[in-house]
């Protein structure tokens, strides 16, 4: 029995603390004792169920990225075990202390003012510096987002963040209103000499599902999202892993150092700086690992599915104009919006001389997101690839509305070169490149019996 634990979720906002001092007393009461409190979920050890008490203090002195063994930590807890509290565990500057049900301990804070003090400059602080680190990066995902670009819709990651992300960024902004209006009434009360608002679990209960159910939810989603990416698209997923991975690995095993073997806030810095000089140096790694990543072996593929039409060089070309196959490789993904699209490409030896075209092809839902898919593709091709702040490999793009006609499409769009060509037709985007007479009408029969 004693050996016995369990994890439950710990939504608690840190502006609570009250509350979970009364949630504590309930779970010792069923026969849970707490063990642990961790960022999102709370260890408990089964015990014989008792009557106790608990509290739960602000302690200014610790936080994120302080030793949880400093002298001021350790002078502070001696002197709560002396006031008759018995300490149990620490999350960030939340410290945990119980008593038994029949004693009378002396509380920890008696001065209500000096409380709101503490709370106000190290919980809110927290707090606002939490959301103001979020708001940075929402604002930098929500530009990656919107207006919705077509590579987006290319993956069950892209779809749910674009749509999901800003729904998230509304329940963040819910969360955060609550924290100031809940500081704000706390300022008013202590001015008119009212004691401080203390929140009840049922209440907390209550912000718990309204704030943290959607995102526990969309999280969710956004976990299975990745996971049916990373089965359709393993190559890619494997490769986007590696930098996040490293990231926290290195993140986590900082916070692991300062918190359990650091004695002194300085040693703080020491870590950090030896934590930065590690990213800097996965990023390098990382860095190097994609740029000579294998990729022809990755997506060399000998046969075609059959669902997934192409235009092959030997259709294009005659007799000995054909040449040599050289290499084929196909690549696919699908997603919600686009349920289908892959890439083709092909080269062939035509007299010494090496040929090739590539496909690209997508098929939406509907013409509204292939659309999009269209002017994203356009507007890829018109900016060219950034590298050291200059746009490289830009192209001019035109349209020509006889052309259209002739196709009989919705949208078309050429290079200057005429060598690319863009079409869209209800809910199907084709993206062709190659040495192609697209003015050609056998051409043009062929591409669209075998596309529309």
């Known amino acids: 029995m004693k050996n016995k634990t369990k994890r439950v979720f710990w939504g608690f906002f840190s502006l609570d603390y009250k509350a979970i001092a009364i949630y504590l007393e309930e779970m010792a009461g069923k026969g849970w004792m707490l063990e642990k409190v961790g960022r999102m979920t709370a260890r408990f050890r089964a015990i014989e169920p008792r009557k106790l008490k608990f509290y739960v203090d602000v302690f200014k002195e610790e936080g994120p990225l302080t030793p949880e063994k400093t002298k001021e930590a350790e002078e502070y807890r001696r002197l709560?075990?002396?006031?008759?509290?018995?300490?149990i565990t620490s999350q960030d500057y939340l410290q945990y202390f119980y008593a038994d049900g029949d004693e009378?301990?002396?509380?920890?804070?008696?001065?209500?003012?000096?409380?709101?003090?503490?709370?106000?400059?190290?919980l809110w602080r927290g707090e606002l510096l939490g959301t103001l680190a979020f708001s940075i990066i929402a604002v930098v995902v929500l530009v990656m987002y919107f207006p919705i670009r077509h590579n987006n819709l290319l993956s069950f990651t892209g779809v749910a963040g674009t749509f999901l992300f800003p729904i998230l960024c509304i329940f963040v902004l819910a969360s955060t209103v609550y924290g100031l209006f809940w500081m704000l009434r706390a300022r008013r009360n202590i001015k008119r000499g009212f004691p401080l608002e203390k929140p009840t679990l049922k209440s907390a209960r209550r912000r718990i599902i309204a704030f943290h159910g959607p995102a526990l939810t969309i999280g969710i989603v956004a976990i299975l999202a990745f996971t049916i990416d990373a089965f359709f698209m393993?190559?890619?997923?494997?490769?986007?892993?590696?930098?996040?991975?490293?990231?926290?690995?290195?993140?986590?095993?900082?916070?692991?150092?300062?918190?359990?073997?650091?004695?002194?806030?300085?040693?703080?810095?020491?870590y950090v700086t030896l934590a930065l000089i590690g990213v800097m140096f996965s990023m390098a790694i990382v860095n190097s690992l994609l740029i000579h990543w294998p990729t022809n072996?990755?997506?060399?593929?000998?046969?075609?599915?059959?669902?997934?039409?192409v235009v092959t060089m030997v259709e294009l070309l005659e007799g000995s104009q054909?040449?040599?196959?050289?290499?084929?490789?196909?690549?696919?993904?699908?997603?919600?919006?686009?349920?289908?699209?892959?890439?083709?490409?092909?080269?062939?030896?035509?007299?010494?001389?090496?040929?090739?075209?590539?496909?690209?092809?997508?098929?939406?839902?509907?013409?509204y997101f292939a659309e999009v898919i269209f002017n994203g593709v356009t507007e890829k091709l018109e900016r060219g690839i950034k590298w050291k702040g200059m746009y490289l490999l830009t192209k001019t793009i035109i349209t020509d509305d006889e052309m259209?006609?002739?196709?009989?499409?919705?949208?078309?769009?050429?290079?200057?070169?005429?060598?690319e060509i863009i079409v869209q037709k209800g809910n199907i985007v084709v993206h062709m490149s190659g040495d192609i007479d697209f003015d050609d009408r056998q051409t043009r029969e062929l591409i669209t019996s075998k596309f529309f």
Not at 80 to 87: D, H, K, M, V
């Open 404 to 419: 259209k006609k002739l196709w009989d499409v919705d949208n078309l769009a050429l290079t200057e070169e005429r060598d």
């Open 297 to 309: 072996d990755t997506y060399r593929a000998d046969t075609i599915p059959a669902d997934c039409p």
């Open 104 to 122: 009378d301990p002396v509380p920890i804070q008696t001065d209500e003012v000096l409380e709101q003090k503490i709370v106000e400059t190290t």
């Open 80 to 87: 709560c075990q002396e006031s008759g509290w018995t300490f």
């Open 322 to 367: 054909q040449g040599r196959l050289v290499s084929r490789e196909f690549d696919s993904g699908i997603s919600p919006i686009t349920p289908k699209h892959y890439a083709y490409w092909e080269t062939r030896d035509i007299n010494g001389k090496t040929e090739g075209i590539r496909i690209n092809y997508y098929r939406a839902i509907n013409p």
């Open 234 to 270: 393993p190559h890619i997923v494997g490769l986007s892993l590696l930098g996040p991975v490293i990231g926290m690995g290195i993140g986590l095993g900082l916070r692991y150092i300062i918190k359990k073997k650091a004695t002194e806030k300085k040693d703080s810095v020491l």
